[in-house]
């Protein structure tokens, strides 16, 4: 994994290079250890467990769900803003616009034999029964359906694009304007995909994603007749943030951490993502509204997350740049408790080469932080793309360094996945993801303990000092970080809480 360590260096010679490279004083490093230490203890899986069942039960008793908007997630906020609050915690409510989706219908059949497909979020409607055309595959490149030239003599027909080197908005309106009426979006690895179009605006033509073995499979069928019906609701809606803050620490250079509270509409959203916010919660009951910390820490409760990031976006836009700079560093737990887990950190160096590039400068030293943690009680790591699928992706935009835990959505574990983890190969890490089927019995929660340990641990690290990251030594900040610190939402129109 990342930050590899040479084996031939003495132990003690190691550790002297470490603290000097890391700018971290040994008495430091001890003080970090103590509150990280005293976190871990505090913070049990029964107490994150017993938020679950809440969720779980707001979910029942609010027609399944707790997607954005829905009195589902309103109870949901203002468990957790409650919770908060009782503790003494500063906590402000952040209102903000968004638009809803729902999918109403979503079925796809070639040559007469059903193909499953998911509606891509913000996808036009097809009329009900849907559309009727020839298929038009379009042949994979190292930038596949990107460009206007990948699409000829796709007028009037239904095209299948593979995923990946652009967004699955741009293939889709390069294939509407050479006069295609639908397209299909094969996965670029094993499991189904679920993606989004972006905005309402960048949506053009009815769009839906295939797995990666169904895309293959439909490659070998260009001409054939394709039915395609994909029906959404759309509405212009409002939702909601949950920001609590410490009444301790400097205001200058805040760690941060945050999830995401909604679920999709098809179900209670616990795994995804209760578990990151029953966690994150637990965390900041056991830490107190007034910790003995040299930096405050602040907590992001997202809503419509699952709408495209947009709590969570809003928040960072809502920020002058000088508010930006009081944020040290942002930590993100979004799916913590997968039923077939796997145990993954954000690649924040970039050493596996994935995807997207590093994050930014003091990534590399988060991601050590979680994987020095995790691998020293046992549990192997991989690192994960900076994707840009969850809440992290606002702030890496404006140059937060930023690293977190999951244990994966609907991609396959792999046969080496299972043989280090256990569970079982072939099958989704989650395979619940955003259905109904994501309740209480689809968490595994010896892994839940785990990440919710490391969350404590980081938490308790970086609330005593930053200075690996940022170079921020512990102590009072200087009057130039006086003058700029005060981080007040309601300044921007937002409500606070008394």
Same mark, same amino acid.
């Given at each position: 994994m990342s930050l590899t360590r040479k084996r031939l260096i003495p132990p003690v010679i190691l550790a002297a290079c470490a603290t000097l490279a890391l700018g971290t004083t040994p008495a430091v490093a001890a003080k970090s250890d103590d509150l990280a230490k005293q976190l871990t203890k505090k913070v049990t899986l029964d107490g994150v467990n017993r938020h679950l069942i809440a969720l779980q039960r707001i979910a029942d008793a609010n027609g399944g769900t707790? *997607? *954005? +908007?829905t009195d589902g997630?309103?109870? +949901?906020a203002e468990y957790i803003a409650g919770k908060l609050e009782a503790a003494g915690f500063s906590v402000t409510r952040q209102e903000f616009p968004f638009t809803y989706n729902e999918t109403l219908a979503e079925t796809l059949t070639v040559d007469g034999a059903g193909v499953p497909v998911i509606a891509m979020e913000y996808t036009p409607s097809t009329p009900v029964g849907g559309i009727t055309a020839p298929l038009a595959v379009v042949p994979a490149d190292a930038t596949p359906g990107c460009e206007a030239s990948d699409y000829t003599g796709v007028t009037g027909k239904i095209v299948l694009v593979p995923r990946g080197a652009c967004p699955f908005a741009q293939k889709q309106q390069a294939a509407a304007d050479a006069g295609a009426i639908g397209a299909l979006i094969s996965n670029n690895e094993p499991g189904p995909l679920n993606g989004t179009l972006g905005t309402p605006a960048d949506a053009r033509i009815p769009t839906g994603g295939l797995?990666? *073995? #169904?895309g293959q499979a439909l490659a070998a069928k260009d001409g054939a007749t394709v039915q395609l019906e994909l029906r959404t609701f759309q509405e212009a809606r409002t939702s909601y943030n949950v920001i609590a803050e410490t009444k301790t620490g400097r205001k200058d250079n805040v760690v941060m951490l945050g999830s995401h509270l909604d679920s999709v509409p098809a179900g209670p959203g616990i795994n995804d993502n209760g578990t990151g916010s029953a966690a994150l919660l637990e965390t900041a009951l056991q830490l107190g509204a007034k910790p003995k !910390?040299?930096?405050a820490v602040r907590f992001g409760f997202w809503s419509a997350e699952e709408f495209g990031l947009v709590g969570s976006t809003y928040y960072v836009d809502s920020l002058s740049f000088e508010q930006q700079l009081d944020l040290a560093l942002y930590l993100n737990f979004d799916m913590i408790g997968s039923p077939n887990a796997g145990y993954f950190a954000y690649d924040g160096d970039d050493s596996d080469h994935v995807g997207a590039g590093p994050g930014p400068y003091g990534s590399a030293?988060?991601?050590? =932080?979680? !994987? #020095?943690?995790? =691998?020293?009680?046992? !549990?192997a790591i991989e690192g994960t793309d900076f994707t840009g699928r969850s809440d992290y992706g606002e702030f890496i935009a404006v140059g937060i360094p930023a690293g977190g835990l999951d244990t994966g959505a609907e991609v396959l574990k792999t046969e080496a996945q299972a043989t280090k983890w256990g569970g079982t190969a072939g099958i989704a890490f989650d395979p619940c993801y955003h259905q109904a089927c994501d309740n209480l019995g689809n968490v595994d929660r010896v *892994?839940? #303990?785990r990440n919710a340990d490391g969350l404590a641990w980081a938490l308790g690290v970086y609330a005593t000092s930053t200075e690996s990251v940022n170079?921020?030594?512990p102590g009072k900040p200087g009057k130039a970080a006086k003058k700029h610190s005060a981080h007040k939402l309601a300044a921007t129109g937002d409500t606070a809480a008394a």
């Open positions: 707790r *997607a *954005a +908007s997630h309103k109870k +949901s797995s990666q *073995a #169904d !910390v040299n930096n030293q988060i991601e050590k =932080t979680f !994987v #020095d943690y995790l =691998t020293g009680r046992g !549990v *892994a839940l #303990d170079g921020v030594a």
